[in-house]
């Protein structure tokens, strides 16, 4: 069963650092659905409302399932996934969620059988992994089937890295609604954060740190990560500036390497079907020669 714990994240869509645009949709969408009950109602649907928040480690996707919760007042029920044993389990766990609660599954890519390769997996004759695919069934159950009608007013909200390995069965409307990318800093997002952390809305060196954030991949965390490291706003900015040249240096490196192995690779393959033409040619010169 669930074990209650006092939630005091401080996050918020104040200090979140996304593009103010993306912020505005989030907290439109949540007030549309609060004000919506008589809608669904009339049509028909639970009262619900299905998120995915997908894009790379470290873009900040646990800190805004912290800020929705903050926003809405909702409590926050974090569903283990491998820790259900069987489908009535799971049945039990999702309808004892009170209304008025987000139910929050992490990396959910990870944690269930629902992907591309679910034809195949079903081939599996084993017990336990017969009971595994089906718990993915029974949480499909809930978002959308007979369960869903079981409480009002819920939120869902899936999160994963690799949105690519995820079945449409679990992507399409009804089940995830709303789907959010979390991307790589941006300069807006690195604004946001030096007005956090350093308490500066502006300096000499946020051009230049513009620069190297729209030329390189980095994310939110990692640019937090460099800013905690002094409280003075000129050491922190210039220990990120050479954070960031560090890393341009070593993805151009990277990128470099890689165009050096795949041409290497381009000219043994080459050489592979000029030496297989040559051994063809001789074969063929050796068989006219014997007719």
């Not at 949540?30 to 009950?37: S, Y």
């Not at 740190?209 to 210039?238: C, F, G, H, N, Y």
Request: aromatic share 8%.
């Amino acid at each position: 069963m669930w074990e209650p714990t006092v939630f005091k994240h401080p996050a918020t869509f104040e200090t979140l650092a996304m593009e103010p645009e993306l912020k505005e949709f989030i907290m439109k969408d949540l007030d549309t659905f609060v004000e919506r009950k008589e809608f669904f109602e009339n049509v028909g649907r639970a009262w619900k409302r299905g998120y995915l928040l997908y894009g790379p480690p470290g873009t900040g996707k646990s800190s805004l399932v912290a800020a929705i919760a903050n926003y809405m007042r909702y409590n926050v029920y974090d569903l283990q996934f491998q820790s259900v044993r069987s489908d009535s389990e799971l049945r039990r766990v999702l309808t004892s969620t009170t209304n008025r609660s987000i139910l929050l599954i992490e990396d959910i890519d990870c944690s269930t059988k629902v992907t591309h390769d679910r034809t195949k997996a079903n081939e599996n004759s084993d017990e336990e992994d017969e009971d595994e695919l089906k718990r993915p069934m029974g949480l499909l159950n809930f978002i959308d089937g007979l369960w869903s009608s079981c409480g009002h007013e819920r939120i869902i909200i899936f999160t994963t890295n690799h949105k690519e390995k995820l079945d449409s069965a679990l992507l399409r409307p009804g089940r995830m609604d709303v789907h959010i990318y979390m991307g790589y800093c941006s300069p807006a997002g690195f604004r946001k954060l030096a007005s956090s952390y350093l308490g500066i809305k502006d300096d000499k060196l946020f051009g230049c740190i513009d620069d190297l954030i729209k030329s390189i991949e980095v994310t939110p965390a990692e640019v937090a990560q460099q800013l905690m490291i002094s409280d003075e706003p000129r050491v922190a900015l210039q220990g990120l500036i050479e954070f960031l040249n560090t890393k341009k240096k070593d993805t151009e490196e990277a990128a470099t390497e890689e165009k050096v192995k795949s041409i290497k690779e381009e000219e043994t393959e080459e050489k592979k079907v000029e030496r297989e033409n040559s051994e063809l040619a001789e074969s063929e010169t050796r068989c006219i020669y014997l007719t």
